[in-house]
């Protein structure tokens, strides 16, 4: 991989960490409000399914983001063969999935989530700029994932490869 290549490998797979980032954050303020707010009921507001369903949606998109994010890391610290695709992929899949959780976490708090006292609203403006950067998402899976696709000689387990940790 050349050196331009490698430095907007390295790029867009931390776009995905940012992600995680912000999907945590937003995870632990809205656990912690579900926990004490009662909208005037006498049970906290966690005891509902349908807030109890939209903590479990983020924490699995936390995981299941932290993982893909914490793979392309690593195969691009290690010069894997897959480690364009991987980080392409964690950009993508990380930035759109932060705009996905935080929309959903704000409905749990409700309108006051748009309050700048409270962290939802700053952390979706920051949310809102990941499938920008670094070229627009729209732009990066026809760019370049799909060129990595197209290439007679792909291989798609090449982003399975076994690594040591």
Known sequence: MALTAACFTGAAALVGVFAVALIRAAFGFTLAFARTERRGGIHPIIEHQSVGYALADAKTAIETTRWLCWRACQAVDLR???????????????????VLVLTDLMRVVGVESYDHALPLGRLLQDALALPLFGGGNVGVRRRQLHAILKQPEYDPLMTNGEVEV
């Open 80 to 98: 894997s063969p897959g480690a364009q695709e991987l980080a392409i992929e964690a950009k993508v899949h990380g930035s759109e999935t932060a």
